[in-house]
């Protein structure tokens, strides 16, 4: 039972290159969020989706989009990547309102 | 917006020693409080706080919450050096779907 699988673990790319982020949970959850932590800073919510079909802006959401492909996916894109939003990217998943987030082993991800 | 702010920020303590976190919010319409613990990768899950005033314990580690006060603490006892991580407090407001985290506090035990 693999959990939340976040694809991949480390990424270096160039200011301006594109790129997508993968998260998949076999947990049968309804919710899946997108959070970058930096340090001194926390974890900062990116987009979430509160359940198959519909995807709402976080905290953080500009310089990115997502697709919540089915109940399983919900990936994260970085259309022209920026200097800024080097980070660690963390993909989590909850059954309902109220319980923990469960969360996937995080992508570092450098932009140079 | 809702805010959470965690003190201190980082702090070093030695083996045996008794470490207490603090965590104060602002939510609209609370719903719930969570504390993970973060090591080398993926934030655990510790506790989840709902009700003022119930202490809840695993092992050496305990939290209770003070809706009054709007904050919360979390106390590890007898450290180890398996303790030293980042501890993220986070909140949840009624029919949101989302957790707003704090900063985190970094804890260091030396042997």
């Known amino acids: 039972n693999a959990g939340v699988t976040q694809t991949p673990k480390f990424q270096v790319l160039k200011t301006g290159q594109s790129m997508t982020l993968q998260c998949a949970q076999d947990m049968n959850h309804n919710s899946m969020y997108w959070y970058r932590q930096d340090p001194g800073m926390g974890l900062r919510l990116i987009y979430y989706s509160a359940s198959e079909g519909t995807t709402d802006k976080g905290e953080v959401p500009n310089g990115y989009n997502v697709s919540r492909l089915n109940k399983r996916e919900f990936s994260l894109r970085l259309e022209s990547a920026a200097p800024s939003q080097t980070s660690v990217y963390f993909c989590a998943t909850t059954g309902q309102i109220n319980s923990p987030l469960h969360f996937g082993n995080g992508t570092r991800l450098t932009v140079t | 917006e809702d805010k959470v702010v965690q003190s201190p920020l980082s702090l070093v303590v030695h083996e045996g020693d008794t470490v207490t976190l603090n965590c104060s919010y602002e939510?609209?319409?609370?719903?719930?409080l969570l504390w993970y613990k973060q090591e080398k990768k993926a934030p655990t899950f510790l506790f989840m706080l709902?009700?003022?005033?119930i202490e809840k314990k695993s092992g050496r580690l305990s939290s209770i919450l003070d809706k009054k006060e709007l904050s919360s603490i979390l106390n590890i006892t007898a450290t180890q050096t398996g303790d030293s991580a980042i501890y993220l407090c986070?909140?949840?407001?009624?029919?949101?779907?989302?957790?707003?985290f704090g900063a985190g506090t970094t804890v260091t035990v030396r042997a």
């Open positions: 986070a909140v949840e407001g009624r029919g949101d779907y989302k957790l707003s």
């Open positions: 709902t009700s003022s005033g």
């Open positions: 939510v609209t319409n609370f719903r719930s």
